[in-house]
């Protein structure tokens, strides 16, 4: 069938189990084509983010890590279309293409075996291979040596009919596509694109690598050592008041950790080697919490539908939980107290990871609504390294050779797991869970959001202390949590070069920009919120009938 391209239809459940493995492709989509990246892994870049897209649509993800330049080598990586099987349409390359034969997959399984020889037709001759890379990339694949696309333009969307699938493809497909992540779709727009452009401009005229900082690898060290120095100080000075002081500080150091080495280097955004990119992720399994679960939650879930109820798992609420976050969740009498109690529960966050949080995803698959990727070997073994390795420096090694007594010893693993989970708690809920940004629902049978992207982050996002050099480095550049969403891949060190560009495009545009003249004010506001959210009873959907 010269000129006839071989197109696969993949379904949301099909999708799910593509990430990648000895006998799967590892696909993602990205505006509603679908694309195997497996070949593209290793040479990726921003290093192994890339392995969060698997499975998933990760369009919103793609966007804010790259530029225009990036989307014409999609093109290279396209084997289909997403599809809805109940509606039996899809979302395709544009207008003026070749006919296209199309291959619904029913599950893995089905592709498998027409992958090793015994379906009917050949793969198309573009499509890249489980294992190889692309055609004329097999030598190095770079954005250098990149001659563009062939004859299609992969960003573009268009709604195809296609025929309705069979009743056993679709019962088959109807069962896969149950239980999925929820995926929220945004209105285009050129706002980012502009932010984007002017954003690399100065870049490029200021000679600044965005994932490169002198200062940040200087940070790097001096919270490393002062890990170790109020670490051993807390559990073996001979001195009681010492060890109180270095049991908060240790807290905080480790805190440090989390804000800006990991931060940094688990969005992509600190160095271009990668195993210095991978040792500085690593940095959180070490002192408590997953780097894996991290990206799985903050990467996925909080950077791709920040603040959109039911999608965003920094908000998401349990059954009769501790706290409400928005009016669309469930209240109950005690919510009107939780601006009194929240604070002293903040304490309890970071012991709530590393001990009840990562092993309940690990044991369930997922976090909220987020369905955690497969674990490689490396990062299992990272996983558990991790969680041993703090176990027995903070607990095991002190238990049995601490200086301090039994009861002062339980006040300092007190005092270290209540001051990591208040610095990381107050810096993050200060960004996005106040009464002055937005929080987003969308349209349940769709996922339609009425708004841009990039807009909705600054609609449901806050800065605090712009010019601000302490809280620049204390905060990890959460203080401009505007730019590091718009950013996500640059190291936060550049951040103030970059949010007056932001704010100036936001002026011209029309668009709103929140910025709290101090920490303190944005943590008065937190908690003004949460005492107006929790007093306030607003029927939500799932106290309704």
Same mark, same amino acid.
């Given at each position: 069938?010269?000129?006839?391209?071989?197109?696969?239809?993949?379904?949301?459940?099909?999708?799910?189990?593509?990430?990648?493995?000895?006998?799967?492709?590892?696909?993602?989509?990205?505006?509603?084509?679908?694309?195997?990246?497996?070949?593209?892994?290793?040479?990726?870049?921003?290093?192994?983010?890339?392995?969060?897209?698997?499975?998933?649509?990760?369009?919103?993800?793609?966007?804010?890590?790259?530029?225009?330049?990036?989307?014409?080598?999609?093109?290279?990586?396209?084997?289909?279309?997403?599809?809805?099987?109940?509606?039996?349409?899809?979302?395709?390359?544009?207008?003026?293409?070749?006919?296209?034969?199309?291959?619904?997959?029913?599950?893995?399984?089905?592709?498998?075996?027409?992958?090793?020889?015994?379906?009917?037709?050949?793969?198309?001759?573009?499509?890249?291979?489980?294992?190889?890379?692309?055609?004329?990339?097999?030598?190095?694949?770079?954005?250098?040596?990149?001659?563009?696309?062939?004859?299609?333009?992969?960003?573009?969307?268009?709604?195809?009919?296609?025929?309705?699938?069979?009743?056993?493809?679709?019962?088959?497909?109807?069962?896969?596509?149950?239980?999925?992540?929820?995926?929220?779709?945004?209105?285009?727009?050129?706002?980012?694109?502009?932010?984007?452009?002017?954003?690399?401009?100065?870049?490029?005229?200021?000679?600044?690598?965005?994932?490169?900082?002198?200062?940040?690898?200087?940070?790097?060290?001096?919270?490393?050592?002062?890990?170790?120095?109020?670490?051993?100080?807390?559990?073996?000075?001979?001195?009681?008041?010492?060890?109180?002081?270095? $049991?908060? *500080?240790?807290?905080?150091?480790?805190?440090?950790?989390?804000?800006?080495? #990991? +931060?940094?280097?688990? =969005?992509? /955004? &600190?160095?271009?080697?990668?195993?210095?990119?991978?040792?500085?992720? $690593?940095? *959180?399994?070490?002192?408590?919490?997953?780097?894996?679960?991290?990206?799985? #939650? +903050?990467?996925?879930? =909080?950077? /791709? &539908?920040?603040?959109?109820?039911?999608?965003?798992?920094?908000?998401?609420?349990?059954?009769?939980?501790?706290?409400?976050?928005?009016?669309?969740?469930?209240?109950?009498?005690?919510?009107?107290?939780?601006?009194?109690?929240?604070?002293?529960?903040?304490?309890?966050?970071?012991?709530?990871?590393?001990?009840?949080?990562?092993?309940?995803?690990?044991?369930?698959?997922?976090?909220?609504?987020?369905?955690?990727?497969?674990?490689?070997?490396?990062?299992?073994?990272?996983?558990?390294?991790?969680?041993?390795?703090?176990?027995?420096?903070?607990?095991?090694?002190?238990?049995?050779?601490?200086?301090?007594?039994?009861?002062?010893?339980?006040?300092?693993?007190?005092?270290?797991?209540?001051?990591?989970?208040?610095?990381?708690?107050?810096?993050?809920?200060?960004?996005?869970?106040?009464?002055?940004?937005?929080?987003?629902?969308?349209?349940?049978?769709?996922?339609?959001?009425?708004?841009?992207?990039?807009?909705?982050?600054?609609?449901?996002?806050?800065?605090?202390?712009?010019?601000?050099?302490?809280?620049?480095?204390?905060?990890?550049?959460?203080?401009?949590?505007?730019?590091?969403?718009?950013?996500?891949?640059?190291?936060?060190?550049?951040?103030?070069?970059?949010?007056?560009?932001?704010?100036?495009?936001?002026?011209?545009?029309?668009?709103?920009?929140?910025?709290?003249?101090?920490?303190?004010?944005?943590?008065?506001?937190?908690?003004?919120?949460?005492?107006?959210?929790?007093?306030?009873?607003?029927?939500?959907?799932?106290?309704?009938?």
């Amino acid at each position: 069938m010269e000129g006839t391209a071989k197109i696969l239809h993949v379904s949301r459940g099909v999708l799910k189990d593509a990430q990648g493995g000895p006998k799967s492709p590892m696909w993602t989509v990205i505006h509603g084509n679908v694309y195997d990246i497996g070949a593209w892994v290793d040479r990726h870049p921003g290093g192994d983010v890339i392995r969060v897209a698997a499975g998933r649509d990760a369009t919103w993800l793609f966007q804010s890590y790259h530029g225009k330049h990036v989307e014409a080598i999609l093109d290279q990586f396209y084997v289909g279309k997403l599809v809805d099987e109940t509606h039996g349409t899809g979302v395709g390359h544009g207008e003026g293409e070749a006919k296209e034969e199309k291959r619904t997959i029913t599950s893995l399984e089905t592709w498998r075996k027409q992958e090793e020889g015994t379906h009917v037709e050949e793969p198309a001759e573009d499509a890249p291979k489980e294992g190889t890379a692309p055609p004329e990339r097999n030598a190095k694949l770079t954005h250098a040596n990149y001659r563009g696309p062939a004859n299609r333009d992969g960003m573009k969307q268009t709604n195809e009919r296609r025929s309705s699938p069979t009743p056993i493809e679709h019962e088959v497909l109807g069962k896969a596509e149950q239980d999925l992540e929820p995926v929220a779709q945004y209105q285009s727009g050129p706002f980012y694109d502009e932010l984007k452009r002017r954003v690399a401009k100065d870049m490029r005229q200021n000679g600044l690598n965005p994932r490169k900082s002198t200062s940040m690898y200087v940070k790097t060290a001096l919270i490393l050592i002062s890990c170790v120095t109020t670490w051993w100080s807390a559990f073996f000075s001979p001195f009681r008041a010492l060890r109180m002081l270095c $049991a908060a *500080l240790l807290g905080f150091c480790r805190a440090q950790v989390g804000v800006s080495i #990991q +931060h940094d280097a688990n =969005h992509g /955004a &600190y160095s271009r080697n990668k195993l210095a990119s991978t040792i500085a992720g $690593a940095s *959180l399994d070490f002192v408590g919490a997953s780097s894996f679960m991290w990206k799985q #939650q +903050h990467v996925v879930g =909080h950077h /791709a &539908y920040t603040n959109v109820d039911g999608m965003d798992p920094d908000i998401r609420v349990g059954e009769k939980d501790v706290r409400r976050v928005t009016k669309h969740q469930p209240w109950y009498p005690y919510h009107a107290f939780q601006h009194l109690y929240l604070g002293w529960l903040y304490s309890l966050l970071a012991i709530k990871s590393f001990a009840i949080d990562d092993f309940l995803a690990l044991k369930t698959g997922r976090i909220g609504n987020v369905h955690i990727n497969k674990m490689t070997l490396a990062e299992r073994q990272i996983f558990w390294a991790g969680k041993s390795f703090y176990f027995f420096c903070v607990y095991m090694l002190p238990g049995r050779m601490s200086t301090a007594g039994w009861t002062e010893l339980l006040l300092l693993w007190a005092l270290n797991e209540a001051f990591a989970g208040w610095t990381l708690a107050f810096l993050f809920q200060v960004a996005h869970v106040v009464g002055e940004v937005d929080f987003i629902k969308a349209n349940e049978k769709t996922g339609n959001v009425d708004r841009e992207w990039a807009i909705a982050q600054l609609e449901t996002t806050a800065d605090f202390s712009h010019g601000s050099s302490f809280w620049l480095h204390v905060s990890g550049g959460l203080n401009h949590q505007v730019v590091h969403h718009l950013f996500p891949g640059i190291c936060h060190t550049h951040y103030p070069r970059i949010a007056p560009i932001v704010k100036q495009l936001c002026e011209e545009k029309g668009v709103k920009y929140r910025v709290f003249p101090s920490f303190w004010t944005a943590l008065q506001a937190h908690f003004r919120y949460m005492k107006h959210v929790g007093s306030v009873k607003v029927p939500s959907l799932a106290t309704i009938g």
